[in-house]
């Protein structure tokens, strides 16, 4: 793997040799505005992640205290005060893959589209999360089971004051998911299920008889991106990832929550008619996002953008 950007005496040498975990966490760090003050969290992810351009495991991670969902603002802005000896703020990352011609999946499924590299990120990606937000379909769709303890990772998530593995936090409107599955049954925590008020209650009860934890984050039959976030900031919940779908991410990005966008491109043509990384209906300006790094390994590019 090789980092093109920012411009590194690693660039330059044309190292190319696969990274270590150690050197993958801290490219991909949380900024240390996600952290926690409570007694339970030390005040960031291990390492430092923003000193961009010192060698091969710094410099991916960006500048520290920018960005990020405030604790209380409902509609993801800025200047909500975060509560007293609380969270301070939530970062909202997303991972996704799309080939050269834009396709999100190869019939259905975005396995076709990845790598071994793609894999190892999108492992660590998820170790370093406090919260993989993911939607009904896509659970549905890609077989979706408990994250799991990465023995590798566990010095470094106790560190920052994490749980075993990330929770799994599934948004559902209709609550239409079968809940015999081990994401419900035998998690190493608790999965989270988002819903809106208009729920029926039957399925809330389903959810919670098999161990889930249902949040109501939105007043009528869906979930508001914003509340959503905000729930999961509000129970320690501050390093957040999503997988997508795409029409997840498309309402991520519409309602001006989403923090960065971790896009692998991957080097396939697919043609025919896949779905884009992000569905629905346009924004009425198009949202700038800043390159923050960018690595290489076998054609595959690996992107990293910020929320200008």
Known sequence: MRRLFPVTDQTASGADREWTLDELAEAYAYPASARRD???????????????GTGAGTGAGGAAGTGGTEIGDVAGGRGAAAPAGGC????????M???????????????????????????????????IVVGAETVRREGYRPARAREALAARRKAAGQGPAPVIAVVTASLDLDFSLPLFTAPLVPTIVLTGAAALPERVRAAEKAGAEVIVAGDGPGVEPGRAVRALAD??????????????????????????LCLTMSPTLTSGYAQRIAGGPALAVPERFALAALLEEDGFLFTRYRRV
Do not use: C, K, Y
């Open 38 to 52: 409570d007694a339970g969290g030390t005040g960031g992810v291990a390492g430092t992640g923003a000193a961009a």
């Open 88 to 95: 301070r703020a939530a970062w909202l990352r997303a991972n």
């Open 97 to 131: 893959v799309a080939s050269l011609d834009g396709a999100a999946h190869h019939e259905g499924r975005s396995e076709p589209l990845s790598s071994a590299a793609d894999m190892r990120i999108f492992g660590m990606l998820r170790g370093l999360a406090d919260a």
């Open 235 to 260: 129970r320690g919940l501050v390093r957040l990832l999503t997988e997508g779908g795409p029409r997840l991410l498309g309402q991520f990005v519409a309602a001006g929550v989403l923090d960065e």
